[in-house]
């Protein structure tokens, strides 16, 4: 796919997404959003993945740290092909689903670690990139993680961690939009300098425009090349991008569109299909 069409389907993601918060009633619109281009980039361009063979032992992974961000991961899956038949009815959040409000991996195919405790992704990354080394193995281990988030101690126990092991088969895009669910990041405990704090840390780091498709994709060969080092890409990214009543207003990290918000988002993002 070319760039063009990767945005296309980026915004298309956005658009299922929003529709399984509207239609589940309840959901995390805003983070969501705020990723779809590095996950479009992911699925789309540069995951080596068999959607048949989900529990490949030499495919790429994901650990979706800020798991709260899912409806954006199940719309990728869903297109990408994880399910067979593309769905349309995700049924978000519903008792007994395969779409939790945070992803499963033992209830939803494709899914590489069940997340949505804030912290953890990292550290787990790390182990799966391990195992990597341990067993010979050529994949790569992507996590993406919020800014807010940064805020967990054990992240920085992973981060540490990574760069210990020298585990250059581990790449993690930092979310790094300004807002957190309580309110700014910065109000919150700032995490100013995330660049510098994993370059103190020993890793290889990038910052990048998150909503750059081209940015993104030579950001993710050129930490390909890195050799004894972790890499971090931090991605400028605007929550709830892509949409014009959603964009950076962070009353929408968890919220659900009206009728007539649902409306203005089939038109912003081009329908849905
Ligand atoms: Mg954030």
């Known amino acids: 796919m070319n760039t063009a069409e990767l945005k296309q389907l980026a915004n298309h993601l956005r658009m299922v997404a929003v529709d399984m918060v509207y239609k589940g009633k309840d959901g995390h619109p805003g983070p969501a959003l705020s990723i779809a281009d ?23 992974r994901l650990v979706l740290s800020k798991g709260h961000a899912c409806p954006i991961y199940y719309a ?12 349309t009815d995700f049924k978000l959040r519903a008792l007994k689903s395969r779409f939790q409000g945070h992803p499963v991996m033992n209830k939803t195919k494709g899914v590489d670690m069940t997340s949505g405790s804030l912290g953890n992704g990292i550290a787990i990354a790390s182990g799966m990139a391990i195992a990597g080394k341990y067993k010979k193995k050529d994949y790569y281990v992507y996590s993406i993680v919020g800014d807010g988030e940064l805020q967990e101690g054990i992240c920085w126990e992973g981060i540490n961690t990574a760069a210990a092991h020298k585990l250059d088969n581990l790449i993690v895009f930092v979310d790094k ?30 910052e990048i425009d998150g909503h750059d498709i081209d940015a993104v994709k030579q950001a993710i060969d050129e930490a390909k090349k890195v050799t004894n080092k972790p890499s971090v890409i931090v991605c400028n990214c605007v929550k709830g991008k892509g949409l014009s009543f959603m964009e950076d207003d962070n009353a929408w990290h968890k919220g659900v569109p009206s009728d007539e918000q649902y409306q203005m988002a089939l038109k912003e993002l081009g329908g849905i299909q």
């Open 38 to 60: 590095i996950m479009t980039v992911l699925y789309f361009d540069k995951m080596r993945i068999d959607p048949e063979n989900p529990d490949w032992e030499d495919r790429d």
């Open 76 to 87: 990728a899956l869903s297109e990408r092909g994880y399910f067979g038949e593309k769905v």
């Open 177 to 206: 939009n300004g807002w957190q669910s309580g309110g700014s990041v910065e109000d919150t405990i700032g995490t100013n300098n995330v660049r510098e704090r994993f370059e103190a840390f020993n890793w290889h780091t990038q």
